[in-house]
């Protein structure tokens, strides 16, 4: 009577050691049929199936689905006949048998080499325990040849001790054995070739039974075929359980992997059998897999086709070696593959130079460009999957031809270039080289690339391009570096992409690669060698100019700061932030004189003394202009007063013919230039954005002399305070300015043309404050409004706009203030001289602050962005250490700003949609300002404080406030958002009592703890 036969553990790769039990997908009792999928399994690194080559009934114990079971140890077993199936215990005994199945903790080592084939047979030592077999070392490799032998006949063996290396179609490669015992003969020789799962050699148990003697010689098959009989002496043992590859059963090569799905040994090795290709069966196992049933259900391939021409040439050839063949074969799986190409040149000279900087190889650098162009078209990293399918594909491995030491290319596979860095990259690139040149790649270090480049830069060719293989869309052949560029090749398959596409990525490419500063961050110091006036210029005294000037003049710079006006300190100081906040002050204090009642202080009316609140006004701005420009001298920075323009790269013309002494008003240009020219190393253009009037009708008109329409430039000259007033635009500026104004005592309406006002601040807050303000008594602000026109003069103006409804309005004020926004004017700068890109109306940076010339940044209120003076100024600091060699960067989502009304709304970071528009999983928590004591005490009780986390790191992206106060509290929001903070961190911060921060401790342990709980409920 047979022994029920054991289903073990396999060992489905070669550094498999246990495996976890996915599913049974057979149930108790259930008939098995030779070839059958009875479980999947776990393995180090894919689920995959486990087949049974034997009939018979399943039968218990049967390991549980999610153990762990090391390899070689019993899963279930296979009994003859339904009554000898056993659902539970101990393994089971077949009738009339005395002693069990091999006990279900030993290991597959333990099992005997099974004998083998015929000729084989006779081989196999005595007490053999296990069988080394020829494995399957890549997914294209059927037979291997012995490179040597690591431990000879005799030698005690360790769980994973190397005892052979041998070579496959692509390197050579180590064979590990994951069973203890003593080496044993008969050993293939070395040089000889054996079947994948053919016997190498063999492990005894004791040194007694050890056969020192080799296998004899046998001829070797025809490569890539595995003819019947071609086997060593050893033949290949059969294993018990399924995974072992059973190709060796017939001696029959393997077919191929299908792309992008799995195949069961057996059913890859009846289609290797029957020449069918596997990529064009449906498969029905477990998500798609293709068993054997589909392959044995599939007709057999026809006979090759008439195919390639048999060409006659004298001489004999010989058989390729296994590179060769590998190589020949991709070629010819290119032929399938309709493909174009796409050329542009591509300087790779500040490339090269940023790589060396960073101590990388070009190539890695070049990849990992080649993973950023990808962000921006995807596509080129899918492919094509037979039949119809297109495979997308989010990781970038990029394939990067090497030459062996013995000839032959290999593709070494440099994976995730899109999220890893260059350092990383860079290291992995170096062993994976050193490596390949030898041929000692792993399988998996060679295969599976979704992008391929090949570089043949350093051998001087003009150009050339390379062949796309199966499984890949694109590859990018790189010629040698000209003065004009190099050029670079993309071949690409036009089943997934078209020629535009492969175009414009090839665009995105040439930027990354000519502006890698852009990405790879600072290359060293940017101030060429040269004999300049100045190392760096920069043009425009706001808060951006000023801040970067000292910046650089503090670390020994000479900088000249060129500003059309007296003084330093631009629209902040002048015409924005501080006189804007000089009559905000006053504001607050007729609001907090009406607002004390509630704690028992009679109220006296306040009454605004205009000319005093302006002389105040006007004194701060020319004690703090004063005060800067004495600092600017101080620290060495030449002050020019004058208007720039570009003259050249390296030239800047000082105008000094619209120069005034009134520091209030923004200058104009004079009609007849006059002035100096300047050279420099590098500049930086800090000239701000002046107000932006659209064109309304009469809205230009109005802004003459006399007219009743004014801008954040004029309203600074208003004799007195308005009566009435219309403001158009509801951000920040209009608000601030409307706020106020009616606070001052000024019947004022603000109109506004899309749906809601503040448009970048978070709207729950934005809307919040939309009813906080519409309360003050003498404020309206109306939405979704259309302006027809404005008429009038100053003290009559009219204003004629269509509400939501399309209902026609006019209003009568004593001036319209246009809050309509801010605009780069790049005209007078003679940009086109130097070639500085633009975006929109403003000049493109990337990170670093640095225009599309290397030598030439831009900062503040003229590139795209928050139009703040911070952020001026922080831009500022970042151009200076750039210029200086630094790596510094601006983040805008880092960024942060206040809109001064009452209550003041005030931001940092990331609101929830933002978070989730780049990705991340974010949640947020709120709380009132009315509950907190403080808020009570001084009756500030509008407005509400949010704190936004990323769910996975708990770490604070984004704080929003409406509150007054705001512009203190989001002080310690700042630091949250920029240090990175943890919810637990925040939480466990000591708060003072009573203040309003205590409000963010409880905020961020009560956010905490509502991810702790949700956590929880998700594990159950
Ligand atoms: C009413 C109002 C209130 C504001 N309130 C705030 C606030 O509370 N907080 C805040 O953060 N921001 C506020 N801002 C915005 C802030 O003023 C600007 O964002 C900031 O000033 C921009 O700084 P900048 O250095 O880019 O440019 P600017 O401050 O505009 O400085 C540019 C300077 O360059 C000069 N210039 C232009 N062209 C040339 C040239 N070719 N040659 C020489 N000089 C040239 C200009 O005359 C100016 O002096 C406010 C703005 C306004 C209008």
Same mark, same amino acid.
């Given at each position: 009577?047979?022994?029920?036969?054991?289903?073990?553990?396999?060992?489905?790769?070669?550094?498999?050691?246990?495996?976890? $039990?996915?599913?049974?997908?057979?149930?108790?009792?259930?008939?098995?049929? !030779?070839?059958?999928?009875?479980?999947?399994?776990?393995?180090?690194?894919?689920?995959?199936?486990?087949?049974?080559?034997?009939?018979?009934?399943?039968?218990?114990?049967?390991?549980? $689905?999610?153990?762990?079971?090391?390899?070689?140890?019993?899963?279930?077993?296979?009994?003859?006949?339904?009554?000898?199936?056993?659902?539970?215990?101990?393994?089971?005994?077949?009738?009339?048998?005395?002693?069990?199945?091999?006990?279900?903790?030993?290991?597959?080592?333990?099992?005997?080499?099974?004998?083998?084939?015929?000729?084989?047979?006779?081989?196999?030592?005595?007490?053999?325990?296990?069988?080394?077999?020829?494995?399957?070392?890549?997914?294209?490799?059927?037979?291997?040849?012995?490179?040597?032998?690591?431990?000879?006949?005799?030698?005690?063996?360790?769980?994973?001790?190397?005892?052979?290396?041998?070579?496959? /179609?692509?390197?050579?490669?180590?064979?590990?054995?994951?069973?203890?015992?003593?080496?044993?003969?008969?050993?293939?020789?070395?040089?000889?070739?054996?079947?994948?799962?053919?016997?190498?050699?063999?492990?005894?148990?004791?040194?007694?039974?050890?056969? /020192?003697?080799?296998?004899?010689?046998?001829?070797?098959?025809?490569?890539?075929?595995?003819?019947?009989?071609?086997?060593?002496?050893?033949?290949?043992?059969?294993?018990?359980?399924?995974?072992?590859?059973?190709?060796?059963?017939?001696?029959?090569?393997?077919?191929?992997?299908?792309?992008?799905?799995?195949?069961?040994?057996?059913?890859?090795?009846?289609?290797?059998?029957?020449?069918?290709?596997?990529?064009?069966?449906?498969?029905?196992?477990?998500?798609?897999?293709?068993?054997?049933?589909?392959?044995?259900?599939?007709?057999?391939?026809?006979?090759?086709?008439?195919?390639?021409?048999?060409?006659?040439?004298?001489?004999?050839?010989?058989?390729?070696?296994?590179?060769?063949?590998?190589?020949?074969?991709?070629?010819?799986?290119?032929?399938?593959?309709?493909?174009?190409?796409?050329?542009?040149?591509?300087?790779?000279?500040?490339?090269?130079?940023?790589?060396?900087?960073?101590?990388?190889?070009?190539? $890695?650098?070049?990849?990992?460009?080649?993973?950023?162009?990808?962000?921006?078209?995807?596509?080129?990293?899918?492919?094509?999957?037979?039949?119809?399918?297109?495979?997308?594909?989010?990781?970038?491995?990029?394939?990067?031809?090497?030459?062996?030491?013995?000839?032959?290319?290999?593709?070494?596979?440099? !994976?995730?270039?899109?999220?890893?860095?260059?350092?990383?990259?860079?290291? /992995?690139?170096?062993?994976?080289?050193?490596?390949?040149?030898?041929?000692?790649?792993?399988?998996?270090?060679?295969?599976?690339?979704?992008?391929?480049?090949?570089?043949?830069?350093?051998?001087? $060719?003009?150009?050339?391009?390379?062949?796309?293989?199966?499984?890949?869309?694109?590859?990018?052949?790189?010629?040698?570096?000209?003065?004009?560029?190099?050029?670079?090749?993309?071949?690409?398959?036009?089943?997934?992409?078209?020629?535009?596409?492969?175009?414009?990525?090839?665009?995105?490419?040439?930027?990354?690669?000519?502006?890698?500063?852009?990405?790879?961050?600072?290359?060293?110091?940017?101030?060429?060698?040269?004999?300049?006036?100045?190392?760096?210029?920069?043009?425009?005294?706001?808060?951006?100019?000023?801040?970067?000037?000292?910046?650089?003049?503090?670390?020994?710079?000479?900088?000249?700061?060129?500003?059309?006006?007296?003084?330093?300190?631009?629209?902040?100081?002048?015409?924005?932030?501080?006189?804007?906040?000089?009559?905000?002050?006053?504001?607050?204090?007729?609001?907090?004189?009406?607002?004390?009642?509630?704690?028992?202080?009679?109220?006296?009316?306040?009454?605004?003394?205009?000319?005093?609140?302006?002389?105040?006004?006007?004194?701060?701005?020319?004690?703090?202009?004063?005060?800067?420009?004495?600092?600017?001298?101080?620290?060495?920075?030449?002050?020019?007063?004058?208007?720039?323009?570009?003259?050249?790269?390296?030239?800047?013309?000082?105008?000094?013919?619209?120069?005034?002494?009134?520091?209030?008003?923004?200058?104009?240009?004079?009609?007849?230039?006059?002035?100096?020219?300047?050279?420099?190393?590098?500049?930086?253009?800090?000239?701000?954005?002046?107000?932006?009037? *659209?064109?309304?009708?009469?809205?230009?008109?109005?802004?003459?002399?006399?007219?009743?329409?004014?801008?954040?430039?004029?309203?600074?000259?208003?004799?007195?305070?308005?009566?009435?007033?219309?403001?158009?635009?509801?951000?920040?500026?209009?608000?601030?300015?409307?706020?106020?104004?009616?606070?001052?005592?000024?019947?004022?309406?603000?109109?506004?043309?899309?749906?809601?006002?503040?448009?970048?601040?978070?709207?729950?807050?934005?809307?919040?404050?939309?009813?906080?303000?519409?309360?003050?008594?003498?404020?309206?602000?109306?939405?979704?409004?259309?302006?027809?026109?404005?008429?009038?003069?100053?003290?009559?103006?009219?204003?004629?706009?269509?509400?939501?409804?399309?209902?026609?309005?006019?209003?009568?004020?004593?001036?319209?203030?246009?809050?309509?926004?801010?605009?780069?004017?790049?005209?007078?700068?003679?940009?086109?001289?130097?070639?500085?890109?633009?975006?929109?109306?403003?000049?493109?940076?990337?990170?670093?602050?640095?225009?599309?010339?290397?030598?030439?940044?831009?900062?503040?209120?003229?590139?795209?962005?928050?139009?703040?003076?911070?952020?001026?100024?922080?831009?500022?600091?970042?151009?200076?250490?750039?210029?200086?060699?630094?790596?510094?960067?601006?983040?805008?989502?880092?960024?942060?700003?206040?809109?001064?009304?009452?209550?003041?709304?005030?931001?940092?970071?990331?609101?929830?949609?933002?978070?989730?528009?780049?990705?991340?999983?974010?949640?947020?928590?709120?709380?009132?300002?009315?509950?907190?004591?403080?808020?009570?005490?001084?009756?500030?009780?509008?407005?509400?404080?949010?704190?936004?986390?990323?769910?996975?790191?708990?770490?604070?992206?984004?704080?929003?406030?409406?509150?007054?106060?705001?512009?203190?509290?989001?002080?310690?929001?700042?630091?949250?958002?920029?240090?990175?903070?943890?919810?637990?961190?925040?939480?466990?911060?000591?708060?003072?009592? *009573?203040?309003?921060?205590?409000?963010?401790?409880?905020?961020?342990?009560?956010?905490?703890?509502?991810?702790?709980?949700?956590?929880?409920?998700?594990?159950?």
């Amino acid at each position: 009577m047979a022994e029920p036969y054991v289903i073990k553990m396999p060992q489905l790769s070669d550094t498999m050691t246990e495996g976890v $039990v996915v599913s049974w997908e057979k149930t108790i009792g259930e008939k098995v049929e !030779r070839g059958d999928i009875v479980a999947t399994v776990e393995t180090d690194k894919a689920i995959m199936d486990v087949e049974v080559f034997r009939d018979g009934y399943l039968s218990g114990p049967l390991a549980a $689905v999610d153990s762990t079971v090391p390899v070689g140890e019993a899963m279930a077993y296979l009994v003859n006949g339904a009554d000898d199936v056993q659902r539970e215990g101990a393994a089971p005994v077949q009738a009339g048998e005395e002693e069990p199945a091999a006990p279900a903790a030993e290991p597959a080592a333990a099992e005997p080499a099974a004998p083998a084939a015929a000729a084989g047979a006779a081989a196999v030592p005595e007490g053999a325990s296990y069988t080394i077999s020829m494995q399957q070392l890549s997914d294209t490799m059927t037979e291997g040849v012995v490179v040597s032998w690591e431990k000879k006949p005799g030698d005690r063996i360790e769980r994973g001790t190397v005892v052979a290396t041998v070579e496959t /179609d692509k390197a050579i490669m180590d064979l590990e054995v994951f069973r203890e015992g003593y080496l044993s003969g008969p050993l293939a020789p070395v040089d000889s070739t054996v079947l994948v799962g053919g016997a190498m050699a063999y492990l005894v148990d004791s040194p007694e039974q050890v056969v /020192d003697e080799e296998a004899a010689p046998v001829a070797a098959a025809p490569t890539g075929t595995a003819a019947p009989g071609a086997a060593p002496a050893a033949q290949p043992a059969v294993r018990a359980a399924a995974a072992t590859p059973s190709v060796a059963l017939s001696g029959a090569a393997m077919a191929s992997r299908p792309h992008g799905r799995g195949a069961t040994p057996y059913a890859r090795a009846i289609a290797g059998q029957r020449g069918i290709d596997l990529n064009g069966l449906r498969g029905s196992g477990p998500a798609g897999v293709i068993v054997a049933a589909d392959v044995q259900g599939a007709p057999a391939a026809a006979p090759a086709p008439a195919g390639f021409p048999q060409v006659e040439v004298p001489g004999n050839g010989r058989a390729m070696n296994k590179l060769e063949k590998a190589i020949s074969d991709a070629m010819t799986g290119s032929l399938s593959m309709p493909t174009f190409r796409v050329t542009t040149h591509i300087k790779l000279g500040a490339l090269i130079k940023a790589s060396k900087a960073q101590g990388a190889s070009v190539t $890695v650098t070049i990849a990992k460009a080649c993973a950023l162009a990808m962000q921006q078209f995807p596509k080129m990293n899918w492919c094509y999957q037979p039949q119809d399918k297109l495979v997308e594909r989010a990781n970038v491995d990029i394939g990067m031809a090497v030459s062996t030491e013995g000839g032959g290319l290999v593709v070494p596979v440099l !994976r995730n270039c899109e999220s890893r860095d260059l350092d990383a990259l860079n290291e /992995d690139f170096k062993d994976l080289v050193e490596r390949a040149r030898t041929r000692r790649l792993k399988p998996e270090e060679y295969t599976g690339s979704t992008f391929q480049i090949s570089n043949m830069g350093m051998l001087g $060719v003009s150009h050339f391009d390379a062949i796309t293989t199966p499984g890949i869309t694109a590859i990018l052949a790189i010629a040698a570096n000209t003065e004009q560029g190099s050029a670079c090749t993309i071949t690409a398959d036009h089943r997934v992409v078209n020629g535009a596409e492969a175009a414009m990525y090839l665009k995105a490419l040439k930027e990354l690669v000519e502006q890698p500063e852009s990405w790879m961050g600072t290359t060293g110091p940017a101030v060429p060698e040269g004999d300049w006036d100045y190392d760096v210029v920069v043009v425009g005294g706001g808060p951006g100019g000023e801040d970067c000037a000292r910046d650089l003049a503090s670390h020994g710079m000479k900088v000249a700061l060129i500003n059309d006006a007296p003084f330093p300190g631009g629209e902040c100081l002048w015409r924005g932030c501080i006189p804007s906040k000089a009559w905000r002050a006053a504001a607050d204090r007729i609001r907090d004189r009406l607002d004390d009642e509630h704690l028992g202080i009679t109220p006296g009316k306040p009454k605004l003394d205009w000319n005093k609140l302006e002389a105040s006004r006007r004194r701060v701005l020319e004690t703090r202009g004063d005060m800067a420009l004495k600092t600017d001298n101080g620290v060495k920075i030449k002050y020019i007063q004058g208007f720039g323009r570009f003259v050249d790269a390296h030239t800047v013309f000082i105008d000094t013919s619209g120069n005034s002494a009134d520091p209030h008003t923004r200058a104009r240009l004079g009609n007849k230039p006059q002035g100096e020219s300047v050279t420099f190393g590098c500049a930086v253009i800090a000239t701000g954005a002046p107000p932006f009037v *659209p064109p309304i009708p009469g809205a230009i008109d109005g802004l003459a002399e006399g007219g009743g329409v004014l801008t954040s430039d004029t309203v600074w000259s208003l004799p007195e305070q308005p009566k009435r007033l219309v403001v158009i635009g509801g951000g920040a500026i209009g608000l601030e300015m409307a706020q106020l104004m009616q606070d001052f005592g000024a019947k004022v309406t603000l109109l506004e043309a899309r749906d809601r006002i503040l448009a970048e601040v978070e709207p729950e807050i934005a809307k919040h404050l939309t009813g906080v303000l519409n309360d003050d008594p003498r404020l309206d602000i109306h939405t979704s409004v259309n302006i027809d026109k404005i008429s009038g003069k100053a003290g009559a103006v009219q204003v004629a706009y269509k509400d939501a409804d399309g209902k026609r309005h006019t209003l009568k004020a004593d001036y319209v203030i246009m809050g309509t926004g801010k605009r780069p004017v790049l005209d007078g700068l003679d940009l086109d001289k130097i070639g500085v890109a633009t975006e929109g109306p403003a000049i493109k940076v990337d990170v670093h602050c640095r225009t599309s010339l290397g030598h030439v940044f831009a900062i503040g209120d003229v590139v795209p962005g928050y139009m703040l003076a911070h952020t001026a100024a922080q831009q500022g600091r970042v151009a200076a250490a750039t210029i200086l060699g630094e790596d510094m960067r601006y983040d805008q989502d880092k960024d942060c700003g206040v809109i001064f009304t009452r209550p003041e709304a005030a931001f940092v970071g990331l609101s929830v949609e933002q978070a989730k528009a780049k990705g991340i999983d974010a949640v947020e928590a709120k709380v009132p300002m009315n509950i907190d004591a403080k808020a009570m005490i001084n009756n500030e009780q509008h407005g509400l404080i949010k704190l936004v986390a990323d769910k996975q790191t708990q770490r604070i992206i984004g704080v929003h406030l409406l509150a007054d106060h705001a512009d203190t509290l989001i002080g310690e929001a700042v630091m949250m958002v920029s240090a990175n903070l943890t919810l637990e961190q925040v939480g466990n911060a000591i708060h003072p009592h *009573p203040t309003q921060t205590e409000l963010f401790g409880e905020l961020a342990r009560r956010l905490a703890s509502r991810l702790r709980r949700s956590a929880k409920v998700k594990q159950k």
